[in-house]
């Protein structure tokens, strides 16, 4: 019976992660953060004993008896490692972006002398035409 239990548990947080990443990969890091707190807290309201007793439920002990590993447990490892992957993706995102912008501005940079150059030619092409007329 523990191993139907540990396999049935096993099964809905790999469908519940691979639901968050699928959202995360194919929609959007918010949506997916919103998804990792909601899809819990929407069980424990519309299922409350249910949802208390799956995850109060005992797999294994640790330490003779003393450190218990229930599924609550099991969720926040799977909560943290996810909202780690979605923040570390919304950094990587933002890191990259400014790095083009960065690029972009560095190219301006270059590119402003041989602006500045075409602007004096002309300037000077205007003047001269100027003092013909004179």
């Known amino acids: 019976m523990e191993l139907l239990a540990f396999i049935g548990s ?3 947080f790999t469908v519940f992660a691979l639901t968050v990443l699928f959202i995360l990969v194919a929609v959007s890091s918010r949506l997916a953060m919103l998804t990792l707190l909601a899809i819990p807290i929407i069980a424990v309201i519309i299922l409350p004993g249910t949802s208390v007793a799956f995850l109060s439920y005992r797999h294994f002990l640790f330490a003779d008896g003393l450190v218990p590993v229930n599924n609550f447990h099991i969720l926040l490892i799977i909560w943290s490692t996810l909202m780690g992957i979605i923040i ?3 950094f990587l995102t933002w890191y990259l972006k400014t790095g083009k912008r960065k690029r972009s501005g560095e190219q301006k940079a270059t590119q402003s002398p041989d ?3 075409l602007l004096n030619s002309s ?3 205007l003047r001269a035409v100027l003092a013909k007329r004179n």
């Open 123 to 125: 300037v000077l092409r």
């Open 88 to 90: 570390s993706t919304e």
């Open 10 to 12: 096993a099964m809905l």
């Open 115 to 117: 602006i500045k150059k």
